[in-house]
């Protein structure tokens, strides 16, 4: 088997069997095939198409491409959740103990956010003394005792997926619903979990741009994780605003906090009702969604999930007075407003453009190797359909960097469209795929 012929054939369009994609990763992961030969079958497969066993074929080889994780040791059944990304998403920390007060087992793996959109792991950093780097036997019983844990994951998951997406985002091949399934998919089967709920974004915030898109990821998604013997659902959510008012990490944070309080903002709570619902439902902790869905909401009102987060919280080292004193978290050291010039109803506000404006006042990295602001970030005042007077706050963007947050404002200020006329009402949640 040569690499030359493997291009060729999925040049012409042709289908690879199991053999060939399993040539592929094991040759690109141990460096014996160069990165012009895998660029160029990305981009074949970029062009001609996978089917679906090739995808499942692909997550499978890149999964074996490092460690795959044993939870045997976790009580029940252990349930993952994952977005596939965007802005102002911090429903992990709020599913997360939801969940957990219901019963469920959540082993979590997170990444860190780059480029426009935020991760996990940044977030929990900003809580004071928050370690996201356990040994694997004090996650296991963490778990066990709390029944949440959250770590960053690990170079030994699925490494192959890491040097294919650096591959990807530089070779415009990011985009393709094969690639994108093989990436988180091989990652998630790693991680050890019997259980997994996908929160399947579109919109201009996330990667696909169309409903009917992010339907086809979440059903390829779930019909891997099924065929690998997970129970796997994906529920498709709109992303074409950011989640919540907050984007940035401690900010984000203290949403998630007030969230559990029961003060949060109605799409972020509505939204991680719902993933809890499911989540609690795979769990086998409800017969169906909507027990699990009433489950959620008591778990939330009776304040049972907020103590959970302060179990969390002290259990990965952190100070859980972080709960009632928000002083506690990194503070901005400036602030910039941003005013609406025109009197009308906010017509969308482009979640991409908050998302980099958020990056660049300090929030976000543009290369893995960045160090960032965690106080940073953008307070949004005005969410689509709100009716808005000339003058009045459409959001604050913080920072410790007086420049960077003067060109945050400066970007944030154009993802604000004002119309005379009331925009339509989009649901958050369009479609749950089991
Ligand atoms: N997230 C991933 O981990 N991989 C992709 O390809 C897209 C989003």
New binding site residues.
């Given amino acids: 088997m040569n690499m030359y012929d493997i291009i060729y054939k999925k040049r012409e369009g042709g289908v690879l069997d199991k053999e060939e994609i399993e040539f592929f990763i094991k040759g690109y992961s141990n460096g014996s095939i160069p990165d012009y030969q895998a660029a160029a079958l990305l981009m074949a497969i970029f062009l001609k198409k996978m089917n679906r066993t090739e995808t499942y074929e692909l997550t499978k080889a890149m999964k074996e491409s490092g460690d795959v994780v044993d939870l045997s040791a976790i009580r029940g059944v252990k349930v993952d959740k994952h977005s596939?990304?965007g802005v102002g998403d911090k429903t992990t920390l709020i599913v997360g103990p939801l969940a957990a007060s219901c019963g469920v087992h959540v082993a979590k793996m997170s990444?860190r956010g780059l480029g426009f959109t935020g991760g996990t792991v940044d977030k929990m950093e900003s809580i004071p003394g928050f370690r996201t780097v356990l040994k694997s036997e004090e996650f296991i019983s963490l778990v066990n005792k709390t029944g949440l844990s959250v770590i960053g994951q690990t170079a030994h998951i699925a490494p192959a997926?890491k040097k294919l997406?650096a591959l990807?985002d530089v070779t415009a091949t990011?985009d393709d619903l094969s690639?994108?399934t093989s990436?988180?998919m091989s990652?998630k089967l790693a991680s050890g979990s019997d259980a997994i709920v996908l929160d399947v974004k579109w919109g201009n915030g996330a990667?696909m741009k169309s409903f009917e898109d992010a339907s086809r990821l979440g059903e390829l998604m779930v019909e891997i994780g099924k065929n690998d013997g997970k129970k796997t659902i994906a529920v498709i959510t709109d992303m074409s605003q950011p989640l919540g008012y907050a984007v940035g990490n401690s900010l984000e944070v203290i949403e998630a906090i007030e969230t559990l309080k029961g003060n949060g903002p109605q799409d972020i709570t509505d939204l991680s009702l719902t993933l809890a619902s499911y989540m609690i439902f795979a769990g086998e902790r409800s017969v169906s969604p909507e027990e699990g869905y009433q489950k959620a909401k008591h778990a939330l009102e009776s304040g049972a999930a907020l103590s959970k987060f302060a179990e969390f919280i002290e259990g990965q080292g952190g100070d859980p007075k972080v709960i009632n004193d928000y002083t506690l978290f990194p503070q901005p050291s400036y602030s910039s407003e941003i005013y609406a010039k025109e009197a009308g109803f906010i017509g969308s506000t482009d979640a991409m453009t908050i998302g980099l404006a958020s990056q660049h006042s300090g929030a976000g990295r543009a290369t893995k190797e960045d160090i960032i602001d965690l106080s940073a970030g953008i307070m949004i005042n005005k969410k689509v359909c709100d009716k808005v007077e000339v003058g009045e706050l459409l959001a604050t963007v913080y920072g410790n960097d007086r420049e960077r947050v003067k060109k945050g404002s400066l970007e944030a200020i154009a993802a604000f469209h004002i119309q005379s006329n009331k925009p339509e009402y989009v649901p958050l949640v369009k479609r749950v795929i089991q």
Wanted: no cysteine; charged share 25%; hydrophobic share 40%.
């Fill in positions: 596939t990304g990444g997926d997406y990807r990011v690639l994108i990436s988180i990652k990667f």
